[in-house]
């Protein structure tokens, strides 16, 4: 898939995301959108997975493990075809099937997660039983920079380097915010390069935004053998929509109809920008 097909992907569940959020009157936009690109990446270009076959035994496991993100889980796997896009509108409403966090019946999720710290175990553990197994699927989890102040996840990645997990690739979302502000104010794991080198891990820095750049790191990912691999997305919270970008009070807030408005055009003047570029 070109880049310039990936961006409109992105830019579609940038979409869903803040119409799910708008709709619940409750979430996460801010972790959401910074990680849009890299959920678009590994659904529509990196994952081995089939809409069709959810349970496809030889697919890629995906752990989100900043749970709370899920209307950017949802909203990738609505577009890439698990779900109707529709149901998004019906995020954390009574009897919906999706919920504040991901869950195990939602076709396409392969953890139930959203207690910070503990996604990483469970994805550990899913690399571990492929390598006993003799399984070739690989194992996808996401961090956030604010979660890896949690201690399960240092035991966790020593673990994973320990016993060289290299079908394991474990992905940090860096956008400095938590929700008490600046991750360098709060409780600073940087550099969180050179921790996850000191646990025997491949790190790869890269800009969470850059298409060509994701798909280098992955491919390194793939690349690397003895050794789990910890791909740092440096990214904008909230990236995409005007009001939201680098700013700490959408880490956990719905925009009311007049912010969804503006919000979706930002959204909407971006879609016209890629199909002029298309065109050109």
Known sequence: MNNLELRKHANDVRKGIVTAVHSAKAGHPGGSLSAADVFTYLYFEEMNIDPANPQMEDRDRFVLSKGHTAPGLYSALAYRGFFPVEDLETLRKLGSYLQGHPNLHIPGVDMASGSLGQGLSAAVGMALGAKMDGKQFRVYALCG??????????????FAGFHKLDNLCVMVDNNNLQIDGPIDQVCSPYPIDK???A???HVINVDAHDFDALRAAFAEARRTKGAP?????????????????????????????????????????????LEKEGEA
């Open 145 to 158: 920079d604010g979660e890896i102040q949690e201690g399960q996840i240092w035991e966790a990645a020593m």
């Open 195 to 197: 921790k996850f080198e």
């Open 199 to 201: 646990f025997n891990f």
């Open 229 to 273: 691999t910890c791909i740092v997305l440096h990214s904008l919270k909230g990236k995409g929509v005007s009001f939201m970008e680098n700013n700490v009070d959408w880490h956990g807030k719905a925009p009311n109809d007049a912010e969804y408005e503006v919000a979706m055009a930002d959204l909407e003047r971006i879609a016209e920008e």
